[in-house]
Antibody, heavy 121, light 107 residues
Framework: QVQLQQSGPGLVKPSQTLSLTCDIS??????????WTWIRQSPSRGLEWLGR?????????DYAVSLKSRMTIIPDTSKNQFSLHLNSVTPEDTAVYYC???????????WGPGTLVTVSS | DIQMTQSPSSLSASVGDRVTITCRAS??????LNWYQQKPGKAPKLLIY???SLQSGVPSRFSGSGSGTDFTLTITSLQPEDFASYYC?????????FGQGTKLEIK
């Protein structure tokens, strides 16, 4: 059974970098049949796909256009995890952040438990 | 981006009722449509994938249908544990848009 466990701070100051990690058990971050994604949820924007990392013959990383300039996703094969780094955060980035596996290039399952990240001084 | 529009945004129903939630895509997505259930403080949970396939372990009172731009999620004989929020999600192209959600409340 695949499980995702998230870690990272729940409070980040404006202009700083939000960093979260998703640890994978029961699957491999290097799997060639799934994609590893970050999604966030806020009352103002609902559920919002942020980006993905996937390995085929090489690593591929894609980001939401609106966040591309501020966001980095890094897979770590040695720890079987992937991380999200979002720099220059503002209160607008306050949300619950989820990691999730995209199965068959189509549906998200499972999801991590979510991390509420508040951007505030 | 593909826009996903759900209706209604909220719905009141009673245990035992049949309810239908609709989702419309701004362009054709074939059957690249998934449904999720979310309870307060929890992550979304996959219910239906590829428009009509029931995820393993999900009760058969949940069903999905549709293709192209119009989709429905139907719950027959509502149970107390079904009162939650429901979201559709397109998986044809990134950024994999989600609907705004339907909150199903007890009448």
């Amino acid at each position: 059974q695949v499980q995702l466990q998230q870690s990272g701070p729940g409070l980040v100051k404006p202009s700083q970098t939000l960093s979260l990690t998703c640890d994978i058990s029961g699957d491999s971050v290097s799997s060639t049949v799934v994609t590893w994604t970050w999604i966030r949820q806020s009352p103002s924007r609902g559920l919002e796909w942020l980006g993905r990392a996937y390995y085929r013959t090489k690593w591929n990383i894609d980001y939401a256009v609106s966040l591309k300039s501020r966001m980095t996703i890094i897979p770590d094969t040695s720890k079987n995890q992937f991380s999200l780094h979002l720099n220059s955060v503002t209160p607008e980035d306050t949300a619950v952040y989820y990691c999730a596996r995209l199965w068959g290039s189509s549906w998200f399952d499972p999801w991590g438990p979510g991390t509420l990240v508040t951007v505030s001084s | 981006d593909i826009q996903m529009t759900q209706s209604p945004s909220s719905l009141s129903a009673s245990v035992g009722d049949r309810v239908t939630i609709t989702c419309r895509a701004s362009q054709s997505i074939s059957t690249y449509l998934n449904w999720y259930q979310q309870k307060p403080g929890k992550a979304p949970k996959l219910l239906i994938y590829s428009a009509s396939s029931l995820q393993s372990g999900v009760p058969s009172r949940f069903s999905g249908s549709g293709s192209g731009t119009d989709f429905t999620l139907t719950i027959t004989s509502l149970q107390p544990e079904d009162f939650a929020s429901y979201y559709c999600q397109e998986s044809l192209i990134i950024p994999y848009g989600f609907g705004q959600g339907t909150k199903l409340e007890i009448k």
